[in-house]
């Protein structure tokens, strides 16, 4: 991935990133955020990108990373 790539994670409108990407960053995000803003029509919009196998992925990879940076916000890991 390139950095502009990376730096375009923060536009959601950003012309460097597929359909699937802002997709995937979107649910990252309400799962970080309020996870109850994942509605049917958002899970309809996830469906339309993604297979069930590559929505339990995603689930399992975001909430693992949201719970390992609550782990060491709490715990005082100095980030760097």
Do not use: C, Q
């Amino acid at each position: 991935m390139t950095e502009a790539k990376v730096a375009a994670i923060d536009d959601e409108h950003s012309d460097l990133l597929s359909p699937r990407e802002r997709a995937a960053i979107r649910f990252a995000e309400k799962l970080a955020v309020d996870h109850r803003k994942v509605d049917d029509a958002f899970w309809s919009e996830m469906r339309s990108h993604f297979s069930e196998a590559e929505i339990v992925e995603l689930v399992a990879h975001a909430t693992l990373y949201i719970g390992f940076g609550r782990f060491n916000e709490i715990v005082g890991v100095d980030p760097a």
